[in-house]
C-alpha cells in the first residue's frame, strides 16, 4: 500500500532540431490502494508520464515519490527496490513479450527478477528455488484467470486479451505496490476490453494496488478510476474525483471528452466531434497563454473580450485541492458574446 506522487515533473524530449516539452510541471497524486485515471488526447504527454515513472525517459526536472521515497534521487539498492515497486504495463502485449518464449519461461523469468531482489536485500529465498517458482508461475496465472496449462504456450498461440493478462501477471511478478497501465485495453476488442477492466479492479481492490490508469478514452478511465486527471499537451488541466469530474466538469476540454461519450452529452458547450477532430496544435511550439486558446469553446474564440486566455498561462492552483481545473473563466462557462437563437430568430 503506496502513495504515489509526482511533484513538478518535466520531461524534454531535445533530439532532433526541435526541443518539445512532453510532460510539463506536472503534479499529480496517487493516494493508497487508489486508482487514479489519467485521460488525454493522443500526444498529450501520458505515455512520456508514464515512462518517466518507471524510469524509461530521463526526467529534466522534478521528483516522483513513494511514500515519501524519491524514485530518481535515491541511489543503488534502496533505487532498485523503490523502482520494484512500480510496475508498468503496456498498450501492446505482444510487442512487450518475447514471441520465443512461453508464458511459463516470461513468469518464471519475472518471478527469478524479483526473487534476486529479494536475495539482495536479504529476505528469504523461497521464492527462488526452482519447484516454488513454478508454484509461484501457476500462482501469477490464477490471479489473471488463466488455466495452468497456458504455460506452455507461446504468445502467438494465445488472443490479445490473453496476452495481455499475461502481461499483467508479469507485472504482478514483481509484486508490486504501484501499477501503472498506459492504454492496456486499447488494442484489444471491444468485447474484450470490459473484460480486462473488470480484472484490473478486481486485482487492484484483492492487491490494494495503487493505480495510475492511462487511456484516450474517457468512458474506459471513468469505469476504474476513484478519480480523474486530465491532460492537454504536456499539461494536468483538471483534476477530481470522478463523480465530481463527470457531474461538475471545469475545464471546457473536460467539457469536450465528456460530450463525446454520448450518454454524457449534457447540454453541450461545443461540437465537441468537431473540436476534438482538428489538429492540436504543434507541441513543439505550444500556444501562449492558455494552450487551449485555439480550440476553447469559451474562450478569445468565441468571446473577443477574454484576452487574458492569449496572454496568462492558467495557474492550477494548489496541488491539494480537490478540485482544480486550469482554465481563467472555469466558473464562467456561458460566453456572453455568443450568439443566441433568441425567440425572434426562430422560424
Ligand atoms: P500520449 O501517450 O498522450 O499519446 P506521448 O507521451 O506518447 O503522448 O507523446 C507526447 C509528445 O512527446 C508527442 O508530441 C510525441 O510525439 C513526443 N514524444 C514521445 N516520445 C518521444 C521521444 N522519444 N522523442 C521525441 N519526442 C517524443
Ligand atoms: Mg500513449
Redesign the pocket.
Given at each position: 500500500m503506496t502513495t504515489l506522487e509526482v511533484r513538478d515533473l518535466t520531461v524534454r524530449?531535445t533530439?532532433?532540431k526541435r526541443g518539445?516539452t512532453?510532460v510539463d510541471a506536472v503534479d499529480l497524486r496517487v493516494p493508497t490502494g487508489e486508482v487514479l485515471g489519467l485521460v488525454?488526447e493522443?500526444?498529450?504527454?501520458?505515455?512520456?508520464?508514464a515512462k518517466a515513472l518507471v524510469g524509461l525517459?530521463p526526467v529534466m526536472a522534478g521528483r516522483v515519490l513513494l511514500d515519501g521515497v524519491d524514485l530518481l534521487g535515491a541511489r543503488g539498492a534502496r533505487r532498485r527496490a523503490a523502482r520494484r515497486h512500480v510496475q508498468m504495463v503496456f498498450q501492446d502485449p505482444y510487442g512487450s513479450l518475447n514471441p520465443r518464449m512461453t508464458v511459463g519461461e516470461a513468469l518464471g523469468e519475472a518471478v527469478r527478477a524479483n526473487s534476486r531482489g529479494r536475495r539482495r536485500r536479504g529476505a528469504n529465498r523461497v521464492a527462488g528455488r526452482g519447484g516454488s517458482r513454478g508454484s509461484e508461475v501457476q500462482r501469477l496465472l490464477d490471479l489473471v484467470a488463466l488455466d495452468p496449462d497456458y504455460a506452455r504456450r507461446l504468445p502467438r498461440e494465445l488472443s490479445g486479451g490473453q496476452r495481455q493478462r499475461v502481461a499483467i501477471a508479469r507485472a504482478l511478478a514483481a509484486e508490486p505496490q504501484v501499477l501503472v497501465a498506459d492504454e492496456i485495453t486499447s488494442a484489444l476488442d471491444a468485447s474484450v476490453q470490459g473484460a480486462i477492466l473488470n480484472l484490473l479492479r478486481d486485482l487492484q481492490a484483492r492487491l490494494g494496488l495503487t493505480v495510475l490508469f492511462i487511456s484516450?478514452n474517457l468512458a474506459v478511465v471513468r469505469y476504474v478510476s476513484d478519480s480523474i486527471a486530465v491532460?492537454y499537451l504536456g499539461r494536468i488541466v483538471e483534476v477530481a474525483a470522478t463523480d465530481e469530474l463527470l457531474d461538475r466538469p471545469q475545464h471546457p476540454y473536460t467539457r469536450a471528452l465528456l460530450d463525446a461519450i454520448p450518454q454524457f452529452g449534457a447540454p453541450p458547450l461545443m461540437d465537441a466531434a468537431a473540436l476534438l477532430d482538428a489538429e492540436p496544435p504543434d507541441?513543439h511550439d505550444p500556444p501562449p497563454g492558455c494552450r487551449f486558446h485555439t480550440r476553447c469553446p469559451i474562450g478569445p474564440l468565441a468571446d473577443p473580450g477574454r484576452t487574458i486566455c492569449l496572454t496568462d498561462d492558467p495557474d492550477s492552483g494548489a496541488a491539494g485541492r480537490l478540485h482544480r481545473a486550469a482554465c481563467h473563466f472555469a466558473d464562467r462557462p456561458a460566453v456572453d458574446h455568443a450568439p443566441r437563437r433568441t425567440k425572434e430568430a426562430l422560424p
Open positions: 524530449f533530439a532532433g518539445l512532453a488525454g493522443s500526444g498529450s504527454g501520458k505515455s512520456t508520464l525517459v484516450h491532460m507541441p
